[in-house]
T-cell receptor, first 114, second 114 residues
């Protein structure tokens, strides 16, 4: 099993629909992040969380909400999807162990809003 | 704020040759970290190499090396002996704070031709 699992892998939804993207991890990392990737813009941070009670907005949080249901689960919701939210979404964890550190990314969810 | 800029939307190289991908960053922090990530068509984000700003020596990982010019705020990636499997999108990214928030460049699509 992957360390960070995102579901669904691909999703097409209609404008105005509510949709949830799910992320789960098996490594016990406290820090989790949601990014969106757009052509020519790279990846941009939507939300991040350090534990179930610590949720923080990133640079492009408008139109999104998140829920950290447990240490292992961090979900991203679009309350009312719009076409410019069509993008590739990544969940990631961040770990620090002494002098070592790194990130683990999920495989992404490609969301299309029509 | 930190900004990361990749000015080459696309690059191409012949198999077995060397290619350099450019990245510039802007930060006022004295302690920061820089990364190159590879994203093949599978969408997975794969760490290629990382550099700590406090280290003067340029990082190397097998065929991949960086040219870290701190004063010029430049962080280029050199790929030697290019292979067909190196074909991917490459992202430069920076980390400047203790919250683990990565700032990504726009990405460079690299194509390795046989």
């Amino acid at each position: 099993d992957a360390d960070v699992t995102q579901t669904p892998r691909n999703r097409i939804t209609k404008t105005g629909k509510r949709i949830m993207l799910e992320c789960s991890q098996t490594k016990g990392h406290d820090r989790m992040y949601w990014y969106r990737q757009d052509p020519g813009l790279g990846l941009r941070l939507i939300y991040y969380s350090f534990d179930v009670k610590d949720i923080n907005k990133g640079e492009i949080s408008d139109g999104y909400s998140v829920s950290r249901q447990a240490q292992a689960k961090f979900s991203l919701s679009l309350e009312s999807a719009i076409p410019n939210q069509t993008a590739l979404y990544f969940c990631a964890t961040h770990w620090i162990t002494g002098p070592n550190y790194g990130y683990t990314f999920g495989s992404g969810t490609r969301l299309t809003v029509v | 704020a930190q900004t990361v800029t990749q000015s080459q939307p696309e690059m191409s190289v012949q198999e077995a040759e060397t290619v350099t991908l450019s990245c510039t960053y802007d930060t006022s922090e004295s302690n920061y970290y820089l990364f190159w990530y590879k994203q093949p068509p599978s969408r997975q984000m794969i760490l290629v190499i990382r550099q700590e700003a406090y280290k003067q020596q340029n990082a190397t990982e097998n065929r991949f090396s960086v040219n870290f010019q701190k004063a010029a705020k430049s962080f280029s990636l050199k790929i030697s002996d290019s292979q067909l499997g190196d074909t991917a999108m490459y992202f430069c990214a920076g980390l400047k704070d203790s919250y683990g928030k990565l700032t990504f460049g726009q990405g460079t699509i690299l194509t390795v031709h046989p």
